[in-house]
């Protein structure tokens, strides 16, 4: 199992920080919302190691066999992988790239109609919130490939 999560895992860390840089390079002139868009595809690419860890680990180590509690802990595992990736080029845009980034969120958000507390945690804090969402959409689809991909002892 270790080298199953450490092998998607890194798959997935390495495409995080990728497209999330090259989202940021290339779509330098992009809007808000087309950068939110970009940046949850880039969550779910990343993330879709989490299928393909979890289908390699029942098909060429278990011989076939899954649980879906250990296909979760895959699962999650290689989710860490990709948040830390992703979390890593968040704090990299917020504190080197872009580090008026805060700003630009709230000018964008006030645009909108936005009147409410818009409370700054610093770049650390968008990168840790940035790991967090990552996660939650991680357990989500370490759930769904963990359904779909079980497969009991005959």
Do not use: C, W
């Not at 450490?6 to 990728?18: D, E, N, S």
């Not at 779509?27 to 779910?44: A, D, K, P, R």
């Amino acid at each position: 199992m270790k080298n199953t999560v450490i092998k998607f895992g890194a798959y997935g860390f390495l495409l995080g920080l990728g497209l999330f840089l090259a989202g940021v390079f290339f779509g330098e002139n992009l809007e808000m919302s087309q950068g939110m868009v970009i940046g949850y595809l880039t969550i779910l690419a990343s993330l879709i190691f989490v299928f393909f860890g979890i289908k390699h680990y029942r098909d060429k180590q278990n011989n076939g066999v899954l649980t879906i509690g250990k296909a979760i802990v895959i699962g999650i595992s290689i989710s860490i992988f990709a948040a830390i990736g992703i979390a890593i080029a968040d704090y990299i845009y917020t504190s080197a790239i872009n580090p008026n980034f805060y700003e630009d969120y709230v000018a964008a958000q006030r645009a909108e109609g936005y009147t409410g507390e818009i409370p700054d945690y610093g770049n650390f804090g968008l990168a840790l919130f940035m790991f967090g969402q990552v996660m939650i959409i991680g357990f989500i689809i370490s759930l769904i490939s963990a359904v779909v991909l079980q497969r009991k002892n005959n």
